[in-house]
Nanobody, 115 residues
Framework: QVQLVESGGGLVQPGGSLRLSCAAS????????MGWYRQAPGKQRALVAV???????DYADSVKGRFTISRDNAKNTVYLQMNSLKPEDTAVYYC?????????WGQGTQVTVSS
């Protein structure tokens, strides 16, 4: 089972930036994909961005051009740089890791965009 530790959430004004980090440990077989999902109050959890070990990426349409996912394979760490944040980006952000066999979730980190 992969353990994920997230950091970097918080309160930011509209137009501001935040950077989320997620460090993975406990995988003996390597991690194929790492990414971020988010869940706003009353809504389902949805994909924000994902990156494979080969650095292929996928983004939700709502964040394209504003968010950038990056990954350090040597450290098993994934980052999400969030720029031009909007109130509708407010949500709990969850890190996700998939080894090719099983998936694991982080505990979530709150991101609040408000003036």
């Amino acid at each position: 089972q992969v353990q994920l530790v997230e950091s970097g959430g918080g309160l930011v004004q509209p137009g501001g930036s935040l950077r989320l980090s997620c460090a993975a440990s406990g995988s003996n077989s390597g991690i194929y994909a790492m990414g971020w999902y988010r869940q706003a109050p009353g809504k389902q959890r949805a994909l924000v961005a994902v990156m494979t070990s080969g650095f292929s990426t996928d983004y939700a349409d709502s964040v394209k051009g504003r968010f950038t996912i990056s990954r350090d394979n040597a450290k098993n760490t994934v980052y999400l740089q969030m720029n031009s944040l909007k109130p509708e980006d407010t949500a709990v952000y969850y890190c996700y890791a998939y080894t090719g066999l099983v998936g694991s979730w982080g505990q979530g980190t709150q991101v609040t965009v408000s003036s």
